[in-house]
């Protein structure tokens, strides 16, 4: 039977070295988590608040905790002090907030804008129209501790694998198009969040940098664990 450290081997063998994996460990007990980092594993992705505080709390300080799913302003707080990335940054109202408790902690806090890429209604997601008016703005301009380093994106929960491929350029072209009109230059502008499970292989062909991967790390979510 393979060991949690054998299935991040053979994720990491599938990609190119220059993507990184994120372990999806939400749900997840902190032993799971704990054999994971045994293993090496350094990135770990949250997508609750309290729970991503809790296990920051318990497991080693040198784990990066990104925050992957979509995030309530009023739960910023305590994440604020310690999450090295926020994967889906979808409002200005959202970034303000981050970048208020962000100044709280005396800290410049990482995110990628999240864009609605995929058929279903149900994903989060900015459109290029809103990305463009929300980095135009002033208030945008006038926040000093956030730092947009790139975009992340959700592909369609389908087998048409042709489907997820064109959903995943379409992020790739979003993400070129931000970056030379608002990030020209900045070296800090250069991620790209997209594949998880069932299609990071496609993402790593269409240039993601960060993929997202939880069941095939740690089996099916535990649902009953909150």
């Known amino acids: 039977m393979s060991t949690i450290g054998d299935k991040i081997a053979s994720?990491?063998?599938?990609?190119?070295?220059?993507?990184?994996?994120?372990?999806?460990?939400?749900?997840?007990?902190?032993?799971?988590?704990?054999?994971?980092?045994?293993?090496?594993?350094?990135?770990?992705?949250?997508?609750?608040?309290?729970?991503?505080?809790?296990?920051?709390?318990?497991?080693?300080?040198n784990i990066h905790w990104h925050y992957i799913?979509?995030?309530?302003?009023?739960?910023?707080?305590?994440?604020?002090?310690?999450?090295?990335?926020?994967?889906?940054?979808?409002?200005?109202?959202?970034?303000?907030?981050?970048?208020?408790?962000?100044?709280?902690?005396?800290?410049?806090?990482?995110?990628?804008?999240?864009?609605?890429?995929?058929?279903?209604?149900?994903?989060?997601?900015l459109s290029p129209e809103e990305a463009y008016e929300i980095l135009k703005s002033p208030e945008f301009k006038e926040m000093k501790n956030i730092k947009i380093t790139g975009v992340m994106g959700m592909a369609s929960n389908t087998f048409n694998t042709d489907l997820i491929r064109e959903e995943f350029k379409y992020l790739h072209t979003i993400y070129q198009n931000i970056q030379f009109d608002f990030f020209l230059g900045d070296i800090f502008f250069r991620e790209i969040s997209m594949g998880m499970s069932g299609d990071y292989q496609i993402a790593a062909q269409e240039g993601s940098t960060l993929v997202r991967i939880g069941s095939s790390i740690f089996g099916n979510r535990n649902y009953t664990n909150k």
């Open 11 to 61: 994720i990491k063998g599938q990609i190119p070295n220059q993507i990184r994996l994120v372990a999806v460990s939400k749900t997840k007990p902190i032993e799971l988590i704990q054999e994971a980092y045994d293993a090496g594993q350094r990135i770990f992705g949250e997508n609750k608040a309290l729970e991503m505080r809790d296990k920051y709390e318990a497991l080693p300080k």
């Open 69 to 125: 799913g979509h995030l309530q302003t009023n739960k910023v707080k305590y994440i604020a002090p310690f999450v090295k990335l926020i994967h889906a940054v979808d409002s200005l109202k959202l970034l303000k907030e981050i970048n208020k408790q962000a100044l709280k902690n005396d800290r410049i806090i990482s995110c990628l804008l999240q864009f609605h890429i995929a058929s279903e209604e149900t994903k989060f997601g």
